[in-house]
T-cell receptor
Framework: KAGVTQTPRYLIKTRGQQVTLSCSPISGHRSVSWYQQTPGQGLQFLFEYFSETQRNKGNFPGRFSGRQFSNSRSEMNVSTLELGDSALYLCASSLGGQAHQPQHFGDGTRLSIL | AQKITQTQPGMFVQEKEAVTLDCTYDTSDPSYGLFWYKQPSSGEMIFLIYQGSYDQQNATEGRYSLNFQKARKSANLVISASQLGDSAMYFC??????????FGSGTKLNVKP
């Protein structure tokens, strides 16, 4: 069974640009969550989508947005990039229909802002 | 406020010995899940073990066991017979209703040969 796939693995952007990251969940998983990981702030929750609807949201500015498609694939978009957006962005999927099921993570997208 | 606390930023353990990584949590919800993840230097997060708030027995998965003390709100990870490949960051996490997850700040474990 294929795991969670994130593309691209690495990305370099400059300030002010925008970026779109993609996540394909494990087959059958309907929940996709996004996290930002930095050395200083640790792992921070961005948002979670379930059946194409945003179900949970963390405390990030509106520059961070996401969506989920009918096949459960998800995209995350960051507009007007800032230097502080440099981070590892992790996507995690789970079945989502029941509470307290483990999330399974992709390898992440490492975003560097110049 | 919902919160996960890992008080050990870094730990060393001798190969083949057991090690306990601490985790405390804070929630008023009666229903929650507790998880441990391993993150090697390559970056991927690997699910290790799960404990439900209503589970009576401590969870075990191979060399991993979760020491669940509900009254103390602690969910410590015990790794038996440490191996060099166990060197990594370890994260404790809690899930609440509707799949909302909270992660601790992590503990960096170094296994010495």
């Amino acid at each position: 069974k294929a795991g969670v796939t994130q593309t691209p693995r690495y990305l370099i952007k400059t300030r002010g640009q925008q970026v779109t990251l993609s996540c394909s969940p494990i087959s059958g998983h309907r929940s996709v969550s996004w996290y930002q990981q930095t050395p200083g702030q640790g792992l921070q929750f961005l948002f979670e989508y379930f059946s194409e609807t945003q179900r949970n949201k963390g405390n990030f500015p509106g520059r961070f947005s996401g969506r989920q498609f009918s096949n459960s694939r998800s995209e995350m978009n960051v507009s007007t990039l800032e230097l502080g957006d440099s981070a590892l962005y992790l996507c995690a999927s789970s079945l989502g229909g029941q509470a307290h099921q483990p999330q399974h993570f992709g390898d992440g997208t490492r975003l560097s802002i110049l | 406020a919902q919160k996960i606390t890992q008080t050990q930023p870094g730990m060393f353990v001798q190969e083949k010995e057991a090690v306990t990584l601490d985790c405390t949590y804070d929630t008023s919800d009666p229903s929650y899940g507790l998880f441990w993840y391993k993150q090697p230097s390559s970056g991927e997060m690997i699910f290790l073990i799960y404990q439900g708030s209503y589970d009576q027995q401590n969870a075990t998965e191979g060399r991993y066991s979760l020491n669940f003390q509900k009254a103390r709100k602690s969910a410590n990870l015990v790794i038996s017979a440490s191996q060099l490949g166990d060197s990594a960051m370890y994260f404790c996490a809690m899930s609440l209703n509707f799949n909302k997850f909270y992660f601790g700040s992590g503990t960096k474990l170094n296994v010495k040969p």
